[in-house]
């Protein structure tokens, strides 16, 4: 079926050529980058995470959002999600990707990877982050191929597989939960420090990454034949509905903790994200702009006149991704550093290196979920055509 990704019409080769270029481009800055050290990067010794785990953090929640559409279609058999869920596999595959690549760039030299598993710490969370994502991305491949290619063939999938799709519902929801403890279980870092930060993490996953396959699917539909049908997409938009309140209920808790405790190193952070702090105003507008977004995609969503049309809902789902993705892929690991323990305000900003570097890891992910569903559609046509 691989060769399948390589057949394509003109529009088809011009996209795969432009993200080819992209890759190249951020090779270019990463082998400067290699070269010279992280100190091109905005990094510094205050804030020594940044834009790259930011996009990790982000995006193994697009991954872990699969089980969404996994659990209801193989463990409830709902058929309604035939179509929609190779499409999810297909996405968490190209996103655990990109979080491996952010965490490659974002490591200073990138054979120390190695010594994860060389030398592996069994209470470092670092260590089970690792194995869960590595695990999840033989999961999906595994289960995607051996479905596909039975779907293909016209007959049910083997038995055997089902365990393994059993065990990767718990495994999605393991690589966010273990990805927030990375974060959580660091006591000088107050602004990370809160029980219900997996819970959080995991509202934001099923709303960030539910509303990307939505918008892809919609986009599938404008470009190509493939239509995944109204019932599914709607039932998916209900379910980023609940987790989009969910997240922003969260956020509201974590508001009030802070502010109400009154507790100084607490209630900085928030500060420095809604208002600015010692003349630091980097992320203010940012952090309003996701605001408004969040407000009125709640509002997209919540009317049922709106979310059942096509256009409203492609427009809603679009600000809770854009919403997510600015609190959770730029603002939140950041804000974590920002003051320091020593109250200490320093200021970071991805450099021009880094957003490149960035952009040809986006380029490998989005490369790879453009010939995985070139192969989907091209299989689920031939089946049509028969």
Not at 85 to 110: H, K
Not at 170 to 191: C, D, E, K, Q
Request: some cysteine; proline content about 5%.
């Amino acid at each position: 079926m691989l060769e399948k990704a390589f057949q394509g019409s003109r529009t088809y080769w011009t996209w795969i050529i432009f993200l080819l270029l992209l890759i190249v481009i951020g090779v270019y800055f990463y082998l400067k980058q290699f070269s010279t050290g992280l100190g091109i990067t905005g990094l510094s010794r205050d804030v020594s995470w940044g834009f790259y785990i930011a996009q990790f953090t982000f995006l193994v929640g697009v991954a872990a959002s699969a089980v969404m559409v996994v659990l209801p279609y193989y463990l409830h058999n709902y058929k309604a999600f035939g179509k929609i869920t190779i499409l999810g596999e297909f996405l968490a595959i190209g996103s655990v990707i990109m979080c491996m690549l952010f965490i490659f760039v974002d490591m200073g030299q990138p054979l120390r990877i190695a010594n994860v598993f060389l030398h592996p710490t069994l209470n470092s969370p670092m260590f089970w982050d690792s194995v869960s994502l590595l695990g999840y991305l033989i999961l999906n491949v595994i289960i995607s191929i051996v479905t596909l290619d039975a779907e293909k063939k016209g007959i049910k999938p083997p038995s055997w597989i089902k365990p393994i799709i059993v065990i990767s519902i718990p495994w999605a929801i393991s690589i966010h939960t273990v990805t927030a403890f990375l974060y959580s279980g660091l006591a000088a870092r107050p602004f990370w420090m809160s029980a219900i930060m997996a819970p959080r993490f995991l509202a934001t996953a099923f709303a960030a990454g539910p509303a990307l396959l939505i918008i892809l699917c919609l986009f599938l539909k404008k470009i190509s034949k493939f239509d995944v049908g109204k019932e599914p997409i709607q039932n998916l938009a209900i379910i980023v509905t609940y987790a989009m309140l969910l997240n922003v209920f969260f956020i509201l808790l974590e508001l009030f903790t802070a502010l109400y405790s009154g507790i100084h190193h607490h209630a900085e952070h928030f500060q420095f994200m809604y208002f600015g702090l010692d003349g630091n105003y980097t992320l203010v507008p940012w952090m309003w702009i996701s605001t408004f977004l969040a407000i009125l995609a709640i509002i997209f969503l919540l009317i049922p006149s709106l979310r059942k049309s096509d256009k409203t809902l492609l427009w809603g789902c679009i600000f809770v991704f854009s919403s997510i993705w600015i609190d959770k892929g730029l603002a939140m690991v950041v804000t974590g550093f920002i003051p320091n323990p020593l109250g200490y305000v320093t200021p970071y900003w991805p450099t021009m290196p880094e957003i490149m570097i960035s952009i040809g890891v986006f380029a490998v992910g989005i490369l790879v979920i453009t010939g995985l569903y070139k192969i989907a559609l091209t299989v689920r046509g031939e089946l049509k055509s028969m």
